[in-house]
């Protein structure tokens, strides 16, 4: 019982809109750590897809959300794969961009980007960056 309620708290608002946005249960996780041994982009990110679902499991969604982590996600799915619990990870990456751009926070700073730069992108890359990564 007296661990029900401790659930409940840490289970906070944030966490339960990012469990809403994905459709995934963050307490199923029991940290076996293949998602992130498996996930391309683990060289770039600054906190580990398992360490994630661990700061999640605890509540600590505005950490996460300081970090890099959900935006340098290819969202290729090869977390959601590997899963041994069935989550989908990369819907959870989604949820907490989700987070960010409601609050038009964008990743990509367009004005930034130098327009020489720009022009050596291919436009379909572009297209797809500023979908993803803007408001
Ligand atoms: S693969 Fe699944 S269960 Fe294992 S650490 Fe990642 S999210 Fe948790
Ligand atoms: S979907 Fe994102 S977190 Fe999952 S393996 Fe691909 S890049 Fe890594």
Redesign the pocket.
């Known amino acids: 019982m007296e661990f029900k309620i401790r659930a409940e708290e840490i289970r906070n608002e944030l966490v339960r809109k990012v469990e809403e946005l994905s459709g995934q249960n963050v307490f199923a996780c029991y940290q076996c750590g293949k998602?992130s041994s498996?996930?391309?982009?683990v060289p770039y990110m600054e906190l580990l897809?398992n360490q994630v679902l661990r700061l999640l499991q605890f509540g600590k969604v505005e950490r996460i959300l300081q970090s890099n982590t959900h935006w340098i996600?290819?969202?290729?799915?090869?977390?959601?794969t590997r899963c041994p619990k069935d989550i989908d990870?990369?819907a959870i990456?989604e949820a907490l961009r989700q987070l960010d751009l409601r609050k038009n926070r964008d990743y990509l700073k367009i004005p930034e980007i130098d327009g020489e730069e720009m022009a050596k992108f291919p436009p379909i890359a572009l297209v797809s960056a500023f979908r993803k990564l803007t408001a």
């Open positions: 998602c498996g996930c391309p982009s897809p996600c290819a969202s290729c799915f090869v977390c959601t990870i990369a990456m």
